[in-house]
């Protein structure tokens, strides 16, 4: 049964509280210092997007209520952290919404200790989820072909505490990351035009690509499983991501 197949991009929940504004008083590094408010505002959109059905199990719940999205968005943006939609994060480049990485984190049914490659890496909150979910066992290789965003997300990864758990490369993931394959997930979160060969090839028999296929304003999200040498696809439904740039991406 396809979980996602009524999917609608971008859904934001009903409107909360002003906690969202009320961030508390800033810390010396111009990050907000972890507060009520910002504790609210996070358990109050997650209690949302676990209503709504986005988030199914309690792993996944637990990662994002742990995960401060707040550290991964830009100061100007940090008033709408727990906003359920994409923000701006610089270079044309956005973090996504976080029902998006709460069907993205579902979809890939994490467990402690996998090996994830994600691919668009941004600001660096969604492999912090995925770390959360994946254990201290578990690791992730980001790949983000942005030099400024890619050292924005090393900061950030170590401000949240993912550092040990997340490696920031730089470079174009477009087709994947050989160095350290096979993965047992991989989650791309860019739109590619077709599911790369070369990312097919870099699974781990038994492990799932996620990854958004299409044209520049509407793809359809798939989960690509590997039986051996059989690749099997999903259809999880409707997405909207900025497009996969590289030699395997858009052009």
């Known amino acids: 049964m396809n979980r ?19 961030l508390g008083p800033w ?12 504790k609210e505002a996070r358990r109050e959109l997650v209690e949302h997007l676990r209503r ?7 792993l996944v719940e ?49 467990r402690e200790g996998l090996r994830v490659l994600e691919v668009g890496g941004g600001s660096g909150y969604h492999a912090s989820v995925i770390a959360e979910a994946i254990g201290p066992r ?21 401000l949240a ?19 350290h394959a096979p993965y047992d997930r991989i989650s791309v979160a860019c739109a590619a035009p077709a599911v790369p060969d070369p990312m097919r090839a870099e699974l781990a028999d038994g492990g799932t690509l996620l990854i958004p296929v299409g044209g520049p304003y ?10 051996g040498d059989r690749f099997d696809v999903e259809d999880l439904g409707g997405c909207v991501f900025v497009p996969l740039r590289g030699r395997c991406g858009h052009s």
């Open 4 to 22: 996602f197949v009524a999917f609608k991009p971008f859904v934001c929940g009903p409107p909360q509280r002003n906690a969202f504004l009320a």
């Open 27 to 38: 810390m010396a590094e111009g990050y907000p210092a972890e507060g009520r408010a910002l």
């Open 138 to 158: 578990g690791h992730v290789w980001s790949i983000e072909r942005i030099e400024p965003l890619a050292a924005a997300a090393r900061r950030n990864l170590e």
């Open 218 to 227: 509407v793809q359809e999200l798939l989960r690509v499983t590997r039986r």
């Open 62 to 110: 637990a990662a994002m209520l742990a995960v401060p999205r707040e550290v991964f968005v830009p100061p100007h943006n940090r008033p709408a952290s727990y906003a359920d939609h994409p923000l701006d994060i610089g270079h044309g480049q956005t973090i996504s919404a976080p029902h998006m990485v709460a069907i993205m984190v579902e979809a890939m049914e994490p």
């Open 52 to 58: 709504s059905g986005y988030i199914e199990t309690d």
């Open 161 to 179: 505490g993912y550092a040990d758990r997340v490696t920031v490369l730089v470079g174009d993931g477009s087709c994947g990351w050989p160095e």
